[in-house]
């Protein structure tokens, strides 16, 4: 109750903010709700958050949080004869892949054909929408813009995979962690993306640990789809639960249809972890091109941003085919409970069901 309170929030059930899964019309539901709603802001320009934010802010009076992943310095290290064997397997699964020219003098800020946000604009952008919440993913903001956080009275929800990396993030200054486990769909929170593998803790084996070793609180992500997940997550030390996956087949969201019928009544074992889309790690339905991504004989996956970009044309023949195998599909081990309800009435549903079990 006192997270709610500080925050503004009459039930603990944050959206998690899905990059390009989070249109306003979904976290206006989710915060008329009475919970918080979300943007994953990944790739929208300054312009493109105030926008979301205006909007959101001309249609509901809720709290609301946006999200960056923290920007590695430079460009990452290509090696453009495995680019080359990359290519070559993807042309099975769509068009063919073509090299550009000058690609080995890479822009850090335009690497192959995809062209990543200023990080820096994106910061001062945060700075001047003033939202709730910053929340962050993949590492932790400098000391010079928590500053700037604390000074306009934002708060900072940073991500984090293991209790080694809550401590950092609690020492710089965060105001609360997002602890996810190893269930959740999308891409894994690791600070170290070379170690993302190793570090695959189950959330609720992450959440006492945590829970036991923080002083501030906590929010528990990863597999929670119903109110029984919720009452655990709040019992094992939880301050708020935020999720992601449920929400994907709820009309607010504006899911392509094929995806969100590929995760009705999905297993939690057809799910599995990948790098096959993006080059860093991350959870999907495991779909056949996901399944021969991830074979012993397929080549290793270029770093992110290139191997986004060596995958995108197959993922728009995907798209506009309608075919789960060449669509990229995030899911969480708990997609089966997501469902075709509106978004506001199952924030109300599963704190009902939560409240009704927790003491």
Partial sequence: MAFCQQYGLRIPILQAPMAGSCPVNLAVAVADAGGMGAMGALMS??????????????????PFQLNLWIAEPGAPARDFAAEQRVREFLSSWGPAVLSRPGEAAADPAETAGIRLPDFEKQCDGLIAIRPTVVSSIMGLYSSQFVAKLK?????????ATTLAEAREAERAGADAIVAQGYEAGGHRGSFDQAAAERQCVGLFALLPRLADKLSVPIIAAGGIAEGRGIAAALTLGASAVQIGTAFLRCPEAGTHAAWADALADLEPEATTMTRAFTGRLGRSIETDYVRAANSPDAPRPAPYPVQLDLTAAMRQTGLDRKDIHRMQLWAGQSAAFASRASAGDFVRRVWDQAEALLP
Wanted: hydrophobic share 50%; glycine share 8%; charged share 20%.
């Fill in 45 to 62: 320009s300054p312009d493109a958050m105030a926008k979301w934010a205006a909007e959101f802010r001309s249609r509901s009076l809720g």
């Fill in 151 to 159: 000074e306009h009275g934002i708060a900072w929800f940073a991500c």
